[in-house]
């Protein structure tokens, strides 16, 4: 049984950044799709980044690209999020996803099976 826990979130000014980690542990050989989404108070839980773990192909939200980057640490079963200029519409709970292999990164929330408890990011103005 797979399980991820993010780290690395916390409270920042608007235009400065964090990196969000999620550690993988428990039996990882059959998921490749990693991914990242969040949910803020009130509104439903939105696709951030999606990243194929044994290729370097990603996908990214509208809302998050160029200031965003998803990355992993495959020998460390680890994987990041990176995020630049930070805006109050940045604020949420962001949680780690995995999935079942794909041949490309999605965004779409019903390809991923595992979840993490999540990492709140508080961006203010």
């Known amino acids: 049984q797979v399980q991820l826990v993010e780290s690395g979130g916390g409270s920042v000014q608007s235009g400065g950044s964090l990196t969000l980690s999620c550690a993988r542990s428990?039996?990882?050989?059959?998921?490749?799709?990693m991914g990242w989404f969040r949910q803020a108070p009130g509104k439903e839980r939105e696709a951030v980044a999606s990243?194929?773990?044994?290729?370097?192909?990603?996908l990214y939200a509208d809302s998050v690209k160029d200031r965003f980057r998803i990355s992993r640490d495959n020998a460390n079963d680890v994987l990041y999020l990176q995020m630049n200029n930070l805006q109050p519409d940045d604020s949420a709970m962001y949680y780690c996803?995995?999935?079942?292999?794909?041949?490309?990164?999605?965004?779409?929330?019903?390809?991923?099976?595992?979840w993490g408890p999540g990492a709140q990011v508080t961006v203010s103005a």
């Open positions: 428990g039996n990882t050989n059959r998921l490749r799709l």
């Open positions: 990243v194929r773990s044994d290729a370097d192909i990603r």
């Open positions: 996803a995995t999935g079942p292999w794909r041949a490309k990164p999605t965004l779409r929330e019903s390809h991923y099976d595992t």
